[in-house]
């Protein structure tokens, strides 16, 4: 996503570096960008200039944001501090989303890639488990699996990364299978590579962009999952988290919009920021389908 | 045609198979004794109840007669006791099953028929109003929770303008008969089915013009449009029907996602569907429903994905006669 950081020839310009130049000329992408890091920045730099638990009981219930010179954002229905509440509520929601995808990713990739190069019976039983994963409706799979075992936030990212690899798998297999018929593979596989060199080494790297531009969008989508399940109530109740301020301000809902809103808003703006990445992403990566 | 349509029916039935032992495998990795795990926490856990469930399913016997027990019994429609509503499984989830179709049905309607056309408008000009129209929409359907849509929906039509109710399905006060229950019914519907809506529409447009783009750069529509045909029936006839198979194909394979939106719209709504029964059975640790449930929806999408196929032959006879 960055400058190229390996080319050691500063006229040769690699595909990374081309595709950064299309990234940075889309406004939408910039502030896709501007989204994210503003977000992370409230998230981790936030706690250290803010300090206010955000489990503590700081004011009178329901306070509404701008009544009181020292609470910006008023106070939930049992009187904690909202804007502490966004603060800290990003950690968990950024981590269980990042973590989610990354497992997801994991999953997706290696179904995928094998399944894509080897073809035949592997193939097929390959895709016959992902096709049972898919037709599992995923936020109730997740509901049970996070009821049945603990709701720890490792828990809720396992379960949302079990339900989530199947399109990454889909679309490792497509990509795989379209590269592995083209000449640097059979050049490699001439040269004696062996089958783990050519998948990881020759494949995967080619096979690299799609798989970056899912891999953004499965975060967003991580992350409106965890949001879910916290909302329900079904995730670490001892950690803040933006779903879980929603989902206990809800019964709250018309004496305190703030409640409820303000914690969806950023929900909003991390997930809108992701898929404005994600777009400029596709667009820097495949320059033909901007028209799109 | 009819040994494919055997052999997807054959591989339903696997997959539905797969589905049971899944949830037999869930109750017996559960930490805790799969009987009381069966109970559930505030279930009747006395003495004779506890025996009771080791005997019905053979909680004593080596594992594998377990699972037959288990899929014998699930295959003749017995999916089990719910101990905290004291009802048959099966029973209670049919008793929910109609409002989350209805739901789902509307919302899914309402997305496919506001959706396409509202991309296929946008594919005429794809600098217009429409095109940002769509834009602005898939991203927003795509990044807000489909939760806090609702209660941002709740909030502006519960206070500022009550012209919708916002909870519930039917109102116990007012009183007539089949025609204004079933008024009533759909005046409740509005709300979430547009929530859940919102989220597909935002896609099914966006989808619609990308693929109505492709096809309309085809070699066929030219020929059309050389022949003389009109504008608006090239549109209709000749790009249209080809641009709907990616929309019908997503539409149908993301039949799992919109149960799951269901749940959440459900619980928001307090819409008296299987997503609301999940929500409380899960609170309520009553896992022979909560597995039901996962069952019944499992079920549901496997039935969505086998019409799927079917509604894409129809619209691409290449497809009925290839593979």
Sequence with gaps: MTAPARTSVPAARGPMAEAWDIFRRSPSAMLGLALLLLVMGITFAGPHLYHVDPFEIVWAPLTPPGEEATIPLGTDNLGRDILAGLIAGGSATLAVGFAAALITMLIGVLIGAYAGFYGGWVDDLLMRVTEFFQVLPPLLFAMVVVTLFQPTLVNVALAIGIVSWPQTARLTRSEFRRIRTLEYVNAMRAIGAGDGNIIWRVILPNALPPLIVSATLTIGMAILFEAGLSFLGLSDPNVMSWGLMIGSGREYLLDAWWVVTLPGAMIFLTVLGVSLVGDGLNDAFNPKMRER | ?323
């Design chain 2, 1 to 323: 045609m009819f040994r494919r349509i055997l052999r997807q029916l054959l591989y339903a039935a696997a997959l539905i198979l797969a589905v049971l032992v899944l949830n037999f495998l869930l109750i017996q990795l559960a930490p805790g004794d799969p009987a009381e795990v069966i109970a559930g926490e505030m279930g009747g856990a006395s003495a004779e109840v506890m025996a009771a469930i080791r005997e019905q399913y053979g909680l004593d016997k080596p594992l594998l007669t377990q699972l037959g027990l288990y899929l014998g019994r699930a295959l003749q429609g017995d999916l089990g006791m719910s101990y905290y509503y004291n009802r048959p499984v099966v029973d209670l989830i049919l008793s929910r099953l109609g409002p989350t179709m209805l739901l789902v049905a509307t919302a899914l309607g309402f997305a496919l028929i506001v959706g396409t056309r509202l991309g296929m408008l946008a594919s005429r000009n794809p600098r217009g109003i429409a095109s940002a129209v769509v834009t602005v929409l898939s991203l927003i359907g795509y990044s807000a929770p489909v939760f806090w849509t609702g209660l941002m929906l709740v909030i502006l039509f519960a206070a500022k303008i009550p012209l919708f109710p916002v909870a519930g399905m039917i109102d116990v006060v007012k009183q007539g008969g089949t025609l204004m229950r079933a008024l009533d019914i759909a005046h409740h519907l509005v709300l979430p089915g547009l929530t859940l809506g919102l989220v597909y529409l935002a896609q099914y447009s966006r989808l619609t013009r990308a693929s109505m783009l492709e096809v309309l750069g085809a070699d066929y529509i030219r020929t059309a449009r050389a022949k003389g045909v009109s504008e608006k029936l090239v549109f209709r006839r000749h790009a249209f029907r080809n641009a709907m198979l990616p929309v019908v194909t997503v539409a149908g394979m993301q039949f799992g996602a919109i149960i799951s939106g269901a749940v959440l719209v459900e619980t928001v709504f307090s819409w008296p569907g299987l997503g609301t029964l999940a929500f409380q059975s899960i609170l309520a640790r009553d896992y022979p429903t909560v597995l039901g449930i996962l069952f019944f929806s499992t079920l549901i999408v496997i039935i969505a994905n086998l019409l799927t196929d079917f509604v894409s032959r129809l619209l691409d006879p290449r497809l009925a006669k290839g593979r």
